[in-house]
């Protein structure tokens, strides 16, 4: 299998210029995906663009859009291509005034999930301020729309913070068919006002995780951090503490990668065995399940963390990754939705 190296911006030596981007790794490539992957990788990008949908792969420029893509999974991103808000971190554009959202999209998203013959479909969403309830029924509407078509399929959203309406978030989950209900807190709570919009913080993220699990305990919680963002060790262990406190089941932990110069700059670039620590180290703290490493991002193979969670005697792999399950979460909607996942294996 071919590897090539990520692009760097510079070579010119070790004294570093003003608005230079810091040198990747060498251990940090990526694989090129073989002839059979590289077909599904082209079917997945025409349904995609036959459904007029947006992926946050392609919106995020996520590096593993060829890894997800030549497996048949794509994480779908509704309500628009642009958010109302500007984290410093993100590649999403953004819109003061989004266009109205699209009533069809709920349909175009269920004729894509099912044409690809998925075992976990991921929705994410971008923000929405404009709208009244932050886009929560829209969420709904396109959750219950694939769920009709294919109610064996295990469900993630992917959730904005709703700009904290936790009525909204009512609304949202209730009765909903979902597996899992992530949102992520991003970065350590002292980094807040440098990585993220001003609109969003680590107390917010972390009242709508711990209500969602409040309003729905069968549902599975998830959230995730960035490192190379500003953060010490210290504060990301501190941070994962205070999320489990919030009663949240998974997490993920990956590097942070600036999509261009524009961006905030990389601060750091964790040695690989820093990885495996804190998978460790989230078990320890109670987490039922953690996938750590520099490639890894919330919705990067996520059927699959999920899939190990609810069944710890499940051998999938995923390269490039440390993932650690504790046992499995014993409810009985997840126990169907286990039964779902080993039919579908």
């Known amino acids: 299998m071919t590897k090539i190296r990520l692009p760097v911006l510079s070579d010119s030596g070790n004294i570093p210029k003003k608005n230079e981007r ?5 251990w940090f490539n990526i694989k090129l995906p073989n002839a059979k992957q590289q077909k599904i990788f082209n079917e997945t990008k025409t349904s995609v663009k036959n459904n007029r949908l947006n992926t946050v792969c392609e919106e995020a420029r996520c590096p593993n859009i060829h890894d997800c893509w030549s497996s048949g999974d794509a994480t779908f991103m509704v309500a628009g291509k642009e958010c109302t808000r500007g984290c410093k971190f993100c590649a999403v554009g953004t819109i003061s005034k989004p266009p109205p959202l699209d009533e069809s999209e709920p349909i175009h998203l269920a004729d894509a999930v099912e044409s690809m013959n998925l075992k976990h ?22 959750i219950q729309e694939v769920n009709k078509r294919q109610p064996h399929l295990t469900l993630e959203l992917l959730c904005s913070d709703l700009a904290g309406d936790l009525n909204a978030l009512a609304n949202l989950l209730n009765e909903s068919p979902l597996s ?12 807040d006002k440098k990585v993220r919009d001003p609109r969003a913080s680590f107390k917010q993220s972390l009242s709508i995780l711990k209500e969602a699990k409040r309003i729905r305990p069968d549902i ?13 060790d210290d504060e990301l262990i501190e941070a994962m503490s205070l999320i489990r406190q919030a009663d949240v089941d998974l997490i993920t932990i990956g590097q942070y990668l600036a999509p261009s110069k524009k961006h905030l700059k990389v601060d750091r670039f964790p040695e690989p065995y820093l990885y ?6 989230a078990i320890n703290l109670g987490f039922s399940g953690v996938a750590c490493g520099p490639f890894v991002r919330s919705s990067f193979k ?17 390269p490039g ?12 909607q997840n126990l169907l939705n286990s039964r779902a996942c080993e039919v579908q294996q």
């Open 180 to 191: 899992v209900f992530a949102h992520n807190v991003e970065c350590v709570p002292r980094l």
């Open 22 to 26: 810091k040198r990747l790794p060498t």
């Open 302 to 318: 996520a059927g699959l963390l999920l899939r190990k969670t609810l069944n710890p005697y499940n051998n999938e792999s995923l």
């Open 321 to 332: 990754a440390y993932v650690r399950v504790k046992g499995s979460i014993k409810t009985e």
């Open 220 to 232: 599975i919680t998830k959230t995730s951090l960035m490192v190379g963002v500003g953060e010490t």
């Open 276 to 281: 495996d620590e804190w998978s460790e180290i």
């Open 121 to 142: 479909a991921v929705i994410t969403v971008v923000n929405r301020d404009d709208l009244e309830d932050s886009g929560a029924e829209h969420y709904r509407k396109c």
